[in-house]
T-cell receptor
Framework: SQKIEQNSEALNIQEGKTATLTCNYT??????LQWYRQDPGRGPVFLLL?????KEKRKERLKVTFDTTLKQSLFHITASQPADSATYLC????????????FGKGNQVVVIP | DAGVTQSPTHLIKTRGQQVTLRCSPK?????VSWYQQALGQGPQFIFQ???????QRGNFPDRFSGHQFPNYSSELNVNALLLGDSALYLC?????????????FGPGTRLLVL
């Protein structure tokens, strides 16, 4: 069966450190993968997109890697700040050529001042 | 640009009732997708509308139906509500042309079924 797995345990991290989140998937062949941020009671906010032929993408303090052999993406927040505290969702494009997304459950990050 | 807007923000219904949720996409976007997000879960794809037609559908029963209007706004209708339909309903808009994959989500409608 198809699965998208993110760590169910919250990640507590000291301010200034790098937070690293993992997204593993099975029985998908995504054309691209996206990461979203979601605050409580709010809709997800798009952060980064990485395509199947890309290894790494960066945006400010965020970095995403995508390994289609391992079927894994890593999401890094460097120099983390308390304002980075949120739930981060991994999403895969289900089929090539459309933007129907399949989401993981999300991974909560808590940055401790 | 107001971004994606949804109404109402919260709604309380009882089992068996029907509900209509509304979504206005981001300016210039022509595709609207609806997602259901239960507490502690990731969003699940319900369906997608483009050019006033349902283009794709997820694993949801026929009680869930939708519509897209000529101005690209959209409605989600749920009939014969069940307790399990309680969730945050998210609308996402995107631009179909030119490989624009980024989806912009609205704030959601929180539906509680009693």
């Amino acid at each position: 069966s198809q699965k998208i797995e993110q760590n169910s345990e919250a990640l507590n991290i000291q301010e200034g450190k790098t937070a690293t989140l993992t997204c593993n998937y099975t029985n998908y062949s995504p054309a691209y993968l996206q990461w979203y941020r979601q605050d409580p009671g709010r809709g997800p906010v798009f952060l980064l997109l990485i395509r199947e032929n890309e290894k790494e993408k960066r945006k400010e303090r965020l970095k995403v890697t995508f390994d289609t052999t391992l079927k894994q993406s890593l999401f890094h927040i460097t120099a983390s700040q308390p304002a980075d505290s949120a739930t981060y969702l991994c999403a895969l494009a289900v089929l090539y050529g459309n933007n129907r997304l399949a989401f993981g459950k999300g991974n909560q990050v808590v940055v401790i001042p | 640009d107001a971004g994606v807007t949804q109404s109402p923000t919260h709604l309380i219904k009882t089992r068996g009732q029907q509900v209509t949720l509304r979504c206005s996409p981001k300016s210039g976007h022509d595709t609207v997708s609806w997602y259901q997000q239960a507490l502690g879960q990731g969003p699940q794809f319900i369906f997608q509308y483009y050019e006033e037609e349902e283009r794709q559908r997820g694993n949801f029963p026929d009680r869930f139906s939708g519509h897209q209007f000529p101005n690209y706004s959209s409605e989600l209708n749920v009939n014969a509500l069940l307790l399990g339909d309680s969730a945050l309903y998210l609308c996402a808009s995107s631009l179909s042309a030119g490989g624009q994959e980024t989806q912009y989500f609205g704030p959601g409608t929180r539906l509680l079924v009693l």
